[in-house]
């Protein structure tokens, strides 16, 4: 069955800082990966996704994440971190059949001034 | 208004209330979902619609019911419901079903607090 483990629930860092989200998925075939934020009070907004091609995406907000099928993984990656990203992180998997995603529990970043 | 508008924002209800969450969206999507986000639980999958059809019923019991009377609008039906059942519930819309590629677009949410 496919599946979405983002290993990291909380996770702080300072202002300026790099980061990176891990993201590991389980799926059969060619995965359809996505990274989503959502603010506090606010809907999920898409970072970036991944179809095919090239394994290095650019999302928006400076946001990248590289796919590795050898280790199941997206990764979401920014860096320089601006007090502003602090939100929680999701990563999801297009899963077969019909547009239906599946996500991970979510990653809650915090960024200390 | 554009994108996924979710009305009311904010939900207190009794367990033998009836009430309705509505969402619109303005985008000319042919596809609607509700999720359930729940405290320390990923998102779940309620309902799909594509083209006011219901394709997917996840195993969500019946005191939540869909209705989706046109593309542009989806209502989650609720009535009797239980403490659990306290969360914030996405609706999303996707310009087509059956491209796993396409993007959803959610809405801000609706806090529903049963108590």
């Known amino acids: 069955a496919q599946s979405v483990t983002q290993p990291d629930i909380h996770i702080t860092v300072s202002e300026g800082a790099s980061l990176e989200l891990r993201c590991n998925y389980s799926?059969?075939?060619?995965?359809?990966l996505f990274w989503y934020v959502q603010s506090p009070g606010q809907g999920l907004q898409l970072l970036l996704k991944y179809f095919s091609g090239d394994t290095l995406v650019q999302g928006i907000k400076g946001f990248e994440a590289e796919f590795k099928r050898s280790q199941s993984s997206f990764n979401l990656r920014k860096p320089s971190v601006h007090w502003s990203d602090a939100a929680e992180y999701f990563c999801a998997v297009g899963a077969s059949g019909y547009n239906k995603l599946i996500f991970g529990a979510g990653t809650r970043l915090a960024v200390h001034p | 208004e554009t994108g996924v508008t979710q009305t009311p924002r904010h939900l207190v209800m009794g367990m033998t209330n009836k009430k309705s969450l509505k969402c619109e969206q303005h985008l000319g999507h042919n596809a609607m979902y509700w999720y359930k986000q729940s405290a320390k639980k990923p998102l779940e999958l309620m309902f799909v619609y594509s083209l006011e059809e219901r394709v997917e019923n996840n195993s969500v019991p019946s005191r939540f019911s869909p209705e989706c009377p046109n593309s542009s609008h989806l209502f989650l039906h609720l009535h009797t419901l239980q403490p659990e059942d306290s969360a914030l519930y996405l609706c999303?819309?996707?310009?087509?079903?059956?491209?796993?590629?396409?993007?959803?677009?959610f809405g801000p949410g609706t806090r529903l607090t049963v108590l």
């Open positions: 999303a819309s996707s310009q087509e079903l059956s491209a796993r590629t396409d993007t959803q677009y």
């Open positions: 799926y059969g075939a060619t995965p359809y």
